[in-house]
């Protein structure tokens, strides 16, 4: 059985796309650099020379890109092999609402949410004629609040928590066993953090802790993944205090968190 990754050369995509190779998975890897994707592929064909490893290269926050790769998706590994999706690609945009530029935005929600909802609404359909199947969307701890100068990309995380948590209660009413999850990670070191203009202070868990909880609570069929107790506890106060009070104090720790 296959399992499909996106934005699958780096960070959380990549290591989540190991750890679905140590348990059995053949792969579909896909993000924007075909450079970065072949050394994945060598990389575990290495150690797991069993796995057929295919590598689609595509850009996401383009939809008929999306289409495509569910299209070469289907017909590469076959659409009754699918088994596993994650949809891990995305983004960041820092900065007041303001002063942020737009474009950017724009390629942010394609990316964030476009590409998500097109992915799971195509994948999730033939699951579920099929009857069984796992999809993991990553979202963020983001996604339970607002981030003042970090606007467009906490929104688009509500989002993905949101369409996610909405789903797995639809297929649950329908008694389903196709499994929908939502890997909601907070701060992880990767270059997500660089990439998005921002430094962060402070320990941060490991890509690897996150794909390997994110992976084991899908399969285990949660609807929210929240890897480290730390940040679970995070979560829990915030909805405790309200989101005005919660609203407030996520300005004082996005506004310290400029890069420049």
């Known amino acids: 059985m296959f399992a499909l990754v996106t934005g699958a ?19 579909l890897l896909t993000a924007r650099s075909e450079e970065r994707l072949k050394a994945l592929q060598r990389e575990i064909f290495r150690d797991h020379p069993e796995r057929k490893i295919l590598v689609i290269p ?38 007041k609402f303001l002063e942020t530029d737009l474009d950017r935005e724009l390629t942010l929600i394609d990316l964030n949410v476009t590409s998500v909802h097109i992915l799971s609404k195509l994948f999730l ?15 963020s701890c983001a996604g339970f609040t607002s981030g003042p100068t970090f606007s467009s990309y906490y929104a688009s995380k509500n989002y993905v928590v949101r369409l996610t948590e909405a789903i797995h209660e639809e297929l649950r ?15 992880v070191d ?14 941060q868990i ?11 609570g899908a399969l285990r069929g949660k609807m929210l993944v929240i890897p480290g107790t730390k940040m679970k506890l995070v979560t829990i106060g915030s909805h405790l205090i309200g989101e005005h009070l919660s609203t407030r104090l996520n300005y004082l720790i996005q506004v310290k968190k400029a890069g420049k």
Do not use: W
């Open 9 to 27: 050369s780096a960070g959380i995509g990549r290591e989540i796309a190991i750890c679905l190779a140590e348990k059995g998975y053949d792969l």
């Open 58 to 95: 595509a850009d996401l926050s383009v939809r008929e890109e999306c289409r495509r790769l569910y299209r070469e998706a289907c017909a590469q590994a076959g659409a009754e092999n699918i088994e596993f999706v994650v949809n891990n690609a995305g983004m960041g945009v820092y900065g």
């Open 125 to 139: 359909r033939d699951m579920f004629i099929r009857g069984h199947g796992v999809l993991i969307n990553v979202g």
């Open 173 to 187: 009413r329908a008694h389903s066993k196709v499994k929908v999850s939502c890997l909601c990670p907070g701060p």
């Open 190 to 203: 990767t270059a997500f953090n660089t990439n998005a203009g921002v430094k962060v202070s402070g320990r």
């Open 206 to 216: 490991t890509a690897r802790q996150a794909a390997r909880e994110g992976v084991e």
